[in-house]
């Protein structure tokens, strides 16, 4: 198997970029959210107080940094090209060298994604190698939560195990550069019965943890004692005593339920984890066991009932103190009824506590936070050199406390939101505005925010409404205080218009007194540049429609179809545009949106045939567009159809977007996130597009950029939205020209 190796700089917020000849100096860091993406893994050093690592389904991995009291990104110096990569299905550390860090990663199984790939790195994750696979992971699929699903024998270094999702077991005897199946496992890691079909299609799991037994070694030799559990409900948990050349079941273990988790206690003993289906997405039964190999002896252990709600539930992870066998912390999953809990006990399982019943939570640290119940904690870690430190994942971060053993005695567990640089959200619209906050998005999960600091994490859009998505948001050029948004509902505000406006820049909303008369809300939505008119294309309407007074009517465009994404002129009030970004296919209107016709000519033609093409109206002159796609140059015409510029040297073109103009010029300055000559990176031109220069650099990709905006108040700054890092800005080293 052949190897690919990246020698890349860790990333580190407010890093200067460095630069090459003709291209730009830049200063990177995150928007801050504070949090907001699903932390699937969390992983502690067992030989240094503080070392610990976090996995995320999207947004790559990330090491914790005692110094500066945050999380440090590792993964940000991946490229569009292997945007892939940023699911991390596995995350690994090699117990007797602090210095190694494996990611297993790979984000989807589907036909269409790409390998995946181990990336291990002897620097704490600084530069990382890479080694390529002969089979796909689903770091943001079903049993995501599972694992340790990669790990590193404790007393040879250089022999890793890796449990996939349908290719079965892998091993690698030289620190994970090159691997080779390990046919000796039991063919039911690949077989139907390790599938899950709680989602949009059946989904294989497999292998979800492999554990090494370090009593049964000695320094520098194998191990000969390791474990692996399929995610299956047919006999799961399978034993090799012998380095992993033959496996065996172990008698008498639990069926009927799938494992998730089994960790070590410091007696030997061992607990597992259970669920009915692999979680997150569902789980409605399971269990925790104690299983001592030592007379094979299986205790069921399972704080409460799964079935003491209506629904039912799962259990995401059992935690065991390293210094203390007797002491463990278990995470209900998919309790929504009320919600879901933590449990411990310091009596081997006998009796059980819930934590959050005496809880205190601190939510200064995102404030949007104190709107959201702990859910997902299919990760729950005790700290090996303090075991007053606990931390636990959900669907929005990681939450950590340093008292939980006051717990014990009848105290107060206090839980702060420990998530500070950790940023996962991913934001689908974003605007600029001239005046008022410098940045407002639209989040996936998470509504939206308005950032009038950028390295503050603020308070969510206030409500009503709340949707669950944000997915559009613009703003009239002309009265830039008018924002319009769309987007998915959130309970308790279910019944609201699923599309709301502001006049005071973001800060208060009103949602539109009405939806269109068909449509599943969100999708896209424009306001004219004098606010006067608001176009609204919903999910699955077949019909663009238009309101004027705030949606008390709505009429439908004529010439308008289907599965369109809409905007306004930026200049001419009474110009809307439409474009499918699926064919091509441009539409205008001169008449505020009331009637639609092609564009014609060759600027109208120029990206039929193609897909993910993006249109945006010039910020300057009325009736002008840019115009492109991933495998198109950028084109700059106009609403009759034709072609004004092609611009040079940009072959492709994920994003791009407008900000201000340099000193001296009329023309605002562009920005590509794309293809220039064939290499890809992140561009500006302050000349229309003549000329560009290159402003990131191999520690700066972020995977593929999805969106793209300059600041108009702030030469050379621009924001990135990205497909799982969330919201990054950029901005020149050197004074303004």
Request: proline share 6%; charged share 20%.
């Amino acid at each position: 198997m052949g190897k690919t190796l990246l020698a890349v700089l860790a990333l580190f917020a407010c890093t200067a970029a460095q630069a090459g000849e003709g291209d730009v100096a830049y200063r990177y860091a995150s928007v801050r959210i504070g949090g907001g993406g699903y932390v699937s893994g969390l992983v502690f050093h067992p030989a240094e107080r503080g070392l610990v690592y976090a996995r995320t389904d999207v947004g790559g991995a990330y090491r914790w940094d005692q110094a500066s009291g945050q999380w440090v990104s590792l993964t940000d110096w991946i490229e569009a090209k292997d945007t892939n990569l940023l699911g991390i299905d596995s995350l690994a550390l090699d117990p007797s060298d602090k210095e190694w860090v494996y990611l297993a990663a790979g984000t989807y199984t589907t036909p269409t994604a790409g390998n995946a790939a181990v990336l291990r790195s002897h620097d704490r994750g600084a530069h990382f190698e890479r080694a390529d696979l002969p089979f796909k992971l689903g770091g943001n699929e079903l049993g995501r939560g599972n694992g340790e699903r990669l790990a590193v024998d404790p007393h040879d270094g250089r022999v890793l195990f890796l449990g996939s999702r349908d290719a079965g077991l892998w091993r690698s005897d030289d620190h994970g550069a090159h691997w080779s199946k390990d046919d000796s496992f039991p063919a039911v890691a690949t077989s139907p019965s390790a599938t899950a079909t709680n989602s949009w299609r059946p989904q294989s799991i497999g292998i979800v943890f492999v554990v090494f037994e370090p009593a049964s070694g000695k320094p520098g030799v194998p191990t000969p004692v390791l474990y692996a559990g399929v995610s299956t409900r047919e006999t799961s948990l399978f034993r090799s005593t012998d380095g992993g050349r033959s496996w065996s079941a172990i008698p008498g273990q639990p069926t009927g339920l799938r494992p998730s988790h089994m960790h070590r206690a410091s007696d030997g003993s061992y607990v597992l984890s259970y669920g009915d289906e692999p979680g997150p997405d569902t789980m409605s039964d399971g269990a925790v066991w104690r299983w001592q190999p030592k007379g094979n002896r299986w205790t069921d252990i399972t704080p409460v009932s799964s079935k003491s709600t209506p629904s039912g539930f799962g259990w995401g992870d059992v935690a065991v103190d390293a210094s203390n066998p007797d002491v463990l912390i278990a995470s209900t999953h998919h309790r929504y009824e009320p919600h879901d809990v933590l449990f411990r006990t310091i009596d081997g399982g006998r009796h059980w506590n819930e934590i959050f019943a005496r809880s205190s939570f601190d939510h200064s640290n995102a404030q949007w936070t104190s709107a959201h119940t702990p859910h997902w904690m299919t990760t729950v870690a005790i700290d090996p050199f303090d075991a007053d430190h606990v931390m636990f994942v959900t669907g929005y971060g990681i939450w950590a406390s340093r008292d939980m053993r006051g717990f014990d005695k009848g105290g107060t567990v206090h839980w702060w939101f420990q998530d500070r640089g950790l940023e996962e959200v991913v934001p689908l619209g974003m605007i600029s505005p001239p005046q008022g906050a410098h940045l407002l998005s639209a989040v996936g999960d998470l509504d939206g925010f308005r950032h009038d600091d950028l390295d503050v994490a603020p308070l969510q859009f206030t409500p009503p409404p709340r949707y669950a998505n944000g997915e559009s948001i613009d703003f009239a050029e002309q009265r830039p205080s008018l924002i319009v948004r769309s987007g998915r509902l959130r309970q308790p505000f279910g019944s609201a218009v699923r599309a709301a406006w502001s006049e005071d820049g973001g800060q208060h909303w009103q949602a539109f007194a009405s939806e269109p008369p068909e449509g599943e809300g969100a999708g896209s939505i424009a306001v004219s540049a004098d606010g006067a008119a608001v176009l609204w294309a919903p999910h699955d309407a077949r019909r663009v429609y238009v309101t004027r007074d705030r949606g008390q009517h709505w009429q439908a465009a004529q010439g308008l179809g289907e599965r369109l994404e809409v905007l306004s002129d930026r200049v001419d009030s009474h110009r809307f545009y439409a474009f499918s970004p699926q064919t091509g296919a441009l539409f205008a209107s001169q008449d505020g949106g009331a009637s639609f016709a092609p564009i014609p000519g060759e600027f109208g033609d120029a990206a039929r045939g193609h897909g993910q093409v993006q249109l945006k109206a010039s910020p300057v002159k009325a009736g002008e567009l840019w115009l492109t796609a991933r495998d198109l140059p950028l084109l700059h015409g106009d609403a009759q159809g034709r072609v004004l510029q092609r611009l040079p040297g940009i072959t492709g073109v994920d994003a791009f977007g407008f900000g201000k103009a340099a000193g001296g010029s009329s023309e605002p300055t562009v920005f590509v996130a794309g293809r220039r000559g064939g290499q890809q990176g992140i561009f500006r031109s302050i000349d229309g597009g003549q000329q560009w220069q290159r402003v990131d650099d191999a520690a700066h990709r972020y995977g593929r950029i999805s969106l793209l905006i300059g600041d108009p108040r702030v030469f050379g700054r621009f924001y990135a939205a990205t497909s799982g890092r969330g919201l990054i800005y950029g901005e020149p080293l050197e004074s303004t020209p």
